[in-house]
């Protein structure tokens, strides 16, 4: 490297230090419990420019395939309860949120009862609580039957109110004959 290039490389590193060095990130501070589900999906205050129109419904479905890090909520299933929580706060009235969770692939394991995971000797299932808040607040979860075959989960393994689909591109296909858009 030249000596004129090693300046200017030194110079454009001070210029973009000098230019964050005021700025700060809210990071995790900024998120706080909802208020419809107030023990998962935390949200974070935003000063947006889009408008929610009033009396806006939503009919979306969730397709998650990843599990969560071993002795934790699955993240993906956190952000269910995230979506309820940011638009009730944002004036969306919980009735006209209608969500699904189309689980397939290893998140399989994350929806099978506590029977079920302590007979496999897979330690607790950290998400039967968020499962039930999201069961309280009307959201419908399916299991694609084809992952449930692969991974040997029955039927009575399911936690309750967990419905085993034929598979998740069954549900996902019906649903979006229902009116639910896909939330990638």
Sequence with gaps: MKFIDLIKAK???A???MCTAGSSFAGSEAFKPGTQIKEFGKIASVDTTVAIPKNTKFKI???VATTGDAGTVNRK???LARFINMHVANGV???NIDLALVVHGKATLDVQNAAAVEAKQLGENKNIPLLQSLLDNNVKIYLCGQSAA???VKTADLYPG???ALSAMTANALLQQQGYTLNP
């Design 61 to 63: 479905v969730f397709d």
């Design 77 to 79: 299933f956190d952000s």
């Design 150 to 152: 692969f991974y040997d």
């Design 15 to 17: 210029v973009v230090l």
């Design 11 to 13: 110079y454009l590193v």
């Design 93 to 95: 009235k919980p009735e």
């Design 162 to 164: 967990v419905d085993m």
